[in-house]
């Protein structure tokens, strides 16, 4: 195994990053923390321009970097891995009140594996010691085979001693077909590295918080929520969940509870294919109704790719623009193969 340096530019440092490693994993770890998104070569957010050296390009989706983009030097660093000592451009992000917290690798034991719902299973990880995160972070799970795949923390960093995870079943998944929803149960070791991800809860921001969940996208709001009401932070939140039927809507009486006991928080279940006690429609629908002008607000959506750019588009035609949006896309293999859910704005924020 090599070891070569990588140096970023502007800030002007170096750092060490083995042949076998993505240039974004080897930052991240050193607590240099680029803008990135989903890990997997999937989103273009970690798109860097490589200055001087050789990287191999990696696994990134061609719909992510564009062919003419590699011919003129640029990479996708989450996959890119150094063939040389190689010069990178990152745009090192840091911003005010969100803590920085190095990647690393974890271990621990299933506490517990519950089902939800008939497709969404409840994870608890005993953690060998305390992940530092900040709620809306998710890590890399590693697979039986080795695969590594990304899911958002239910939990708050308060809670140091287990992770909670929301993962749904995918018909032919390698990771939840293939072990989660098989044969993964309490007692089994596992692996995990993280945190990773800019979506996470923005504490300086005072504005009303609107959280817009799609199915496990609840995962990152859970956290949130419970970290918001364990810390006594003064924020006014406002968390519509959406999915299909109604067994579908997991931890409701928790989110009621929560609701009725606090006036910062409104909890807006919606069911978008039976009708029911509550509101039916989907998440971007709903919130056209309730918000024709959402200016004012901070937004967070997170759910998968279609839910999330509908639900961005609502938003954006209530007037709140990508500045005051937050979102987190749960891309899949699929997602990846297909390409069609690259987002091409930079302003719009991962
Ligand atoms: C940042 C982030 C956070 C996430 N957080 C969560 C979370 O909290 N909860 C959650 O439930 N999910 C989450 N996800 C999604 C999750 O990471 C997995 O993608 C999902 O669980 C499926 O994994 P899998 O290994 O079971 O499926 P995969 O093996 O990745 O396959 C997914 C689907 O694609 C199909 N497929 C596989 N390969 C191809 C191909 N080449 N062409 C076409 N189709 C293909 C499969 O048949 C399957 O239907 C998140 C994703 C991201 C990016
Ligand atoms: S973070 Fe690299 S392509 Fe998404």
């Known amino acids: 195994m090599t070891?070569?340096?990588?140096?970023?530019?502007?800030?002007?440092?170096?750092?060490?990053?083995?042949?076998?490693?993505?240039?974004?994993?080897?930052?991240?770890?050193?607590?240099?923390?680029?803008?990135?998104?989903?890990?997997?070569?999937?989103?273009?957010?970690?798109?860097?321009?490589?200055?001087?050296?050789?990287?191999?390009?990696?696994?990134?989706?061609?719909?992510?970097?564009?062919?003419?983009?590699?011919?003129?030097?640029?990479?996708?660093?989450?996959?890119?891995?150094?063939?040389?000592?190689?010069?990178?451009?990152?745009?090192?992000?840091?911003?005010?009140?969100?803590?920085?917290?190095?990647?690393?690798?974890?271990?621990?034991?299933?506490?517990?594996?519950?089902?939800?719902?008939?497709?969404v299973r409840r994870v608890i990880i005993a953690v060998?010691?305390?992940?530092?995160?900040?709620?809306?972070?998710?890590?890399?799970?590693?697979?039986?085979?080795?695969?590594?795949?990304?899911?958002?923390?239910?939990s708050t960093p308060q809670d140091s001693s287990r992770i909670e995870l929301h993962i749904k079943l995918s018909e032919g998944g390698l990771c939840t077909a293939g072990w989660v929803f098989k044969n993964l149960a309490g007692g089994d070791r596992v692996a995990f590295s993280g945190p990773y991800g800019r979506f996470s809860f923005r504490p300086l921001r005072e504005e009303p918080m609107l959280l817009l969940a799609g199915g496990t996208g609840l995962a990152p709001m859970k956290s949130m929520i419970r970290h918001i009401a364990e810390t006594g932070?003064?924020?006014?939140?406002?968390?519509?969940?959406?999915?299909?039927?109604?067994?579908?809507?997991y931890d409701r009486e928790w989110f009621a509870e929560l609701d009725a006991e606090h006036d910062w928080f409104s909890y807006r279940p919606a069911v978008s294919r039976e009708e029911w006690q509550g509101r039916t429609g989907r998440v971007p629908t709903l919130l056209a109704q309730d918000y024709p002008k959402a200016a004012g607000n901070v937004a967070y959506i997170c759910g998968s790719p279609s839910m999330v750019a509908d639900t961005m588009k609502a938003l954006m035609n209530a007037r709140l623009f990508p500045r005051n949006i937050y979102r987190e896309d749960f891309f899949d293999s699929a997602d990846r193969a297909n390409g069609n859910n690259v987002v091409r704005s930079p302003l719009i924020k991962r």
């Open 3 to 119: 070891s070569y340096t990588v140096s970023i530019e502007p800030i002007g440092v170096d750092i060490q990053c083995r042949d076998d490693q993505a240039v974004l994993d080897a930052c991240l770890r050193e607590g240099i923390w680029l803008p990135h998104a989903c890990t997997h070569g999937t989103c273009g957010t970690c798109k860097a321009e490589i200055l001087d050296g050789e990287v191999d390009f990696g696994d990134a989706s061609p719909y992510a970097l564009l062919e003419s983009e590699r011919a003129e030097g640029a990479a996708l660093i989450c996959v890119a891995k150094p063939r040389s000592d190689v010069t990178i451009e990152g745009d090192v992000d840091a911003e005010e009140g969100v803590d920085v917290h190095p990647v690393r690798d974890y271990s621990g034991m299933i506490e517990s594996v519950s089902d939800v719902t008939p497709t």
């Open 128 to 154: 060998d010691e305390p992940v530092a995160f900040n709620p809306g972070q998710y890590v890399l799970l590693r697979t039986p085979s080795g695969d590594e795949r990304p899911y958002s923390i239910a």
């Open 233 to 249: 932070a003064e924020h006014e939140v406002v968390l519509y969940h959406g999915v299909a039927t109604v067994e579908e809507l």
